[in-house]
C-alpha cells in the first residue's frame, strides 16, 4: 500500500516536472527571443526599441518568478510523501534559481531605468542639436540661463 501511494505521487511528480521542464523551456525561448533580436544595427541602437526589449525580458522574468513560486508550494505539500533527500534537492536548486531571477529581475530593471535615462538624454541632445544651425547650442542673452539644465548624476 505505501509503495502504491508512493508510485501515484511520483507519477505526479513526473507530471509535475515534465510540464515545469515545459515551461522554463517556453520561458528560455522567449527570453532568447527578446534578447538575441535586439533592435542594433551597425554601432547604432534604437534606444527606444531596447528599452522595450528589456522590459519584455522583465516582464518574462516575472512570470517565470510567479511560476517557480507556485511550483515551490506545489513541491512543500508533498515533500514529505517522496523521497525526502531528491525532495530537498530540488527545492534548494528551485529556491537558488528563484533567488538567481530575483536578482535577474534587478538587474534588468535597473537596465531599462538606466535606458530611460539615455533616450530623456538622447532627445534632449536632439534638441539642442537641432537649435542651431550649426549643431552647437548657442549663448542666448538670457542671463539666468533657466532653460540649461546643469548635467546631474542622479544615476547612483
Known sequence: MVTTMKMAYLEEWALLERD???????AIE???ASTLRLPVVG???????????????????QAMAS??????????I??????????????SLVVEIADVTAKER???EQCRDFLSTLAAMQLENAYITTKSPT??????????NTHLKPFSSDLQ
Do not use: F
Open 135 to 144: 549643431g552647437h547650442q548657442q549663448p542666448d542673452n538670457n542671463p539666468d
Open 67 to 76: 511560476s517557480i513560486c507556485s511550483l515551490l508550494s506545489k513541491n512543500e
Open 106 to 108: 534587478a538587474l534588468l
Open 20 to 26: 515545469h521542464s515545459s515551461s522554463l523551456h517556453g
Open 43 to 61: 554601432a547604432i541602437a534604437d534606444i527606444q526599441s531596447l528599452k522595450d526589449a528589456v522590459g519584455s525580458a522583465v516582464d518574462v522574468m
Open 78 to 91: 508533498r515533500i514529505k510523501t517522496i523521497v525526502h533527500l531528491q525532495v530537498e534537492e530540488m527545492n
Open 30 to 32: 522567449a527570453l532568447k
